[in-house]
C-alpha cells in the first residue's frame, strides 16, 4: 500500500492503527462470503461437513489478501471524503 494517493496525494497513514477498525468492515464480507459458500457447497453440493470445514478454511484464507483490501479501502472512505476539485488543484501545483 502507497503512503499516499498518487492521484490526489491524500495520506494513507492517517494516524497510527487506523487501519484496526477495518476489522469492522472485512468482517461482514467474511459473513457474506461464508454465507454463500455454505449455501453452495452444503446444499447444493452436498459435501460432507468435514470437508466443507477444509474447503471453507482454504477459500478463505486464499481470500484475505483481497477481503483486508477490499476492508480498509471500505474504511478510508468512510472517513475521507472524495473531492473532484482536490485532484485537479494537485495536478495544477
Ligand atoms: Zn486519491
Known amino acids: 500500500m502507497p503512503d499516499r494517493c498518487?492521484?490526489?496525494?491524500?495520506d494513507f497513514?492517517?494516524?497510527?492503527?487506523?487501519y484496526?477498525?477495518?476489522?469492522?468492515?472485512?468482517?461482514?464480507?467474511?459473513?457474506?462470503?461464508?454465507?454463500?459458500?455454505?449455501?453452495l457447497l452444503l446444499v447444493f453440493v452436498k459435501m460432507q461437513l468435514e470437508?466443507?470445514?477444509v474447503?471453507?478454511?482454504?477459500?478463505?484464507f486464499s481470500l484475505q489478501p483481497i477481503i483486508i483490501?477490499?476492508?480498509r479501502a471500505i474504511w478510508i472512505n468512510?472517513?475521507?471524503?472524495f473531492d473532484a476539485e482536490s485532484i485537479?488543484?494537485?495536478?495544477n501545483k
Open 6 to 10: 498518487p492521484v490526489c496525494n491524500q
Open 51 to 53: 470437508w466443507f470445514f
Open 55 to 60: 474447503a471453507i478454511t482454504i477459500i478463505l
Open 69 to 71: 483490501r477490499l476492508g
Open 88 to 91: 485537479t488543484d494537485a495536478e
Open 13 to 18: 497513514q492517517i494516524e497510527p492503527g487506523f
Open 78 to 81: 468512510i472517513f475521507v471524503d
Open 20 to 39: 484496526i477498525g477495518a476489522l469492522w468492515t472485512s468482517f461482514p464480507i467474511v459473513i457474506f462470503i461464508m454465507t454463500l459458500l455454505s449455501i
